[in-house]
C-alpha cells in the first residue's frame, strides 16, 4: 500500500516523531518504507527515518508491504496527520 502524505508540524521529522514512527510500524508485521523524493528508508529503524532531513512541507511516502499493510500504513498517516502531537 502507498499513501503520500506532507509533513505538516513545524520541526519535521526530529528524533520524537521518528522514535514514534519506530514503535507504531513495530505492532505490525508488515514492512515499511518511508520516501522522500528518491531516497528510501527502513520505517522500522529510526536512524535512517532522521537521515531523510525531512522538514515541515516536506511530502513523504509510506509505502507498506506485507499481511497488516493498510492498519500499518494507516496508523503511520494518522501520527503525521496529528503532527506528532506537537501542535
Request: proline share 1%; no cysteine.
Amino acid at each position: 500500500m502507498v499513501i503520500e502524505t506532507e509533513i505538516i508540524n513545524k520541526l519535521g521529522l526530529h528524533i520524537r516523531p521518528a522514535s514514534m514512527i519506530v514503535q507504531t510500524a513495530s505492532k505490525y508485521n508488515s514492512n515499511l518504507k518511508l520516501v522522500k523524493e528518491d531516497v528510501e528508508v527502513d520505517g522500522k529503524i529510526m536512524i535512517e527515518i532522521l537521515t531523510l532531513d525531512a522538514g515541515m512541507g516536506t511530502i513523504i511516502k509510506i509505502i507498506t508491504e506485507g499481511e497488516d499493510e493498510e492498519a500499518a500504513a494507516r496508523a503511520i498517516e494518522k501520527l503525521f496527520l496529528d503532527k506528532f502531537e506537537e501542535d
